[in-house]
């Protein structure tokens, strides 16, 4: 799966036409039988870890560590200042259908794509077509641990816990060592493997579980991280809409940032789109404020959105290659650190101009 994602890469007219042809075809009934009807009210918690002390830590940092981080990882830290509006999050999550997994707005359909995730995060390491997936030999917990911290077994082992089904490592471990390893670059390991275990993939809290791990142990390889961060956000969306109830495991900083490009315009950002150190999430948490507004009110305007409401194509997004299906399938796999997903960039070509 790591190699060949973008083997075939095809014009924007036959783009065109392949959308056309498939939207008469099948119209929007991608999910066969399914009828487009959004169930009942879903009681989501969007309880997170608390990050000041990982705010706290970047703050303190050098601008010479900063560079290093942005270097191996992008641009993740910014996400630490966007400030979770939990009424507009819950409301939000009232129009995630499960079916297709996307946002359902009357007759708009929204999603966050791999391509504006890519665009997000910014970070030079990834690579597109290395996509992150569980290999069936993976290292033990605890070797993990010590290819990314640097400490010993006896150190490691004594640390590890069981949290529920699965094996963590807890924050204060980490913390301790963010704080006095002597090596620099394992230093900015650990604060990113702490920002994907509390931050992106938060589900046991004031922990950093395994399959974190897992994942962050591929990074080095050059693979992109970017679908298994969508998939855990489409499989929990998609998880509390269909039970009615639960907690959001995924990371909420991100979708917001991403929901507030396609509805708020950022100053300035036709010119330094195109400046090869411009920031969409430095833009996005300089520009967006906390508003105090009440979750049925925000309810109310996502009902009635119409297409003219919406900024289709976010306005840090450059014209680019992008996955709009999988071989001859509508479905595109995305696999996450615990489970897979599909989504059907069918339904949101508009978003980059191409239907």
């Known amino acids: 799966m790591e190699d060949g994602l973008l083997d075939r890469v095809e014009g924007n007219a036959n783009v065109h036409r392949w959308s056309e042809q498939t939207q008469l075809e099948k119209g929007d009934s991608i999910a066969v039988g399914y009828v487009s009807e959004l169930s009942g009210y879903t009681h989501i918690s969007v309880t997170q870890n608390n990050l000041q002390e990982l705010k706290e830590i970047w703050d303190q940092w050098g601008s010479e560590t900063k560079q290093l981080f942005y270097g191996n990882y992008g641009d993740l830290p910014y996400l630490l200042d966007v400030q979770i509006d939990e009424h507009l999050f819950r409301a939000l999550a009232q129009f995630w259908n499960p079916a297709y997994s996307c946002f359902t707005f009357r007759e708009v359909d929204l999603v966050p794509t791999v391509e504006e995730y890519t665009a997000l995060l910014r970070c030079p390491r990834f690579q597109a077509d290395r996509i992150y997936s569980r290999a069936v030999n993976v290292p033990t917990f605890w070797k993990k641990l010590m290819a990314i911290t640097g400490m010993s077994e006896q150190w490691i082992t004594a640390r590890i816990k069981e949290k529920g089904e699965c094996k963590c490592i807890s ?95 950022i100053d300035k950002v036709v010119c330094r789109v195109f400046f ?60 996450g650190i615990w489970g897979a997903i599909g989504y059907a960039p069918l339904l949101v070509l508009r978003q980059f101009d191409l239907r």
């Open 171 to 265: 924050w204060d471990a980490l913390k301790g060592l963010i704080l006095t390893h002597p090596d620099e670059t394992k230093r900015v390991d650990v604060f990113a493997l702490s920002l994907y275990g509390l931050m992106v993939f938060p589900r046991a809290l004031g922990y950093v579980d395994e399959a974190t791990t897992d994942l962050f142990h591929r990074l080095n390889k050059r693979v992109t991280s970017v679908p298994a961060i969508l998939a855990e956000t489409f499989r929990s969306l998609g998880t509390c809409r269909k039970a009615g109830a639960g907690r959001f495991v995924g990371c909420a900083q991100l979708l917001l940032a991403w929901f507030y490009s396609h509805f708020w315009l």
């Open 276 to 335: 090869e150190d411009y920031s969409p999430l430095k833009d996005i948490v300089a520009s967006t404020r906390k508003v105090d507004v009440p979750e049925e009110n925000w309810m109310a305007l996502l009902q009635n959105l119409q297409p003219k409401d919406v900024e289709w194509r976010a306005p840090w997004m450059i014209p680019s290659e992008i996955l709009y299906r999988c071989g001859s399938f509508d479905w595109v796999p995305l696999l």
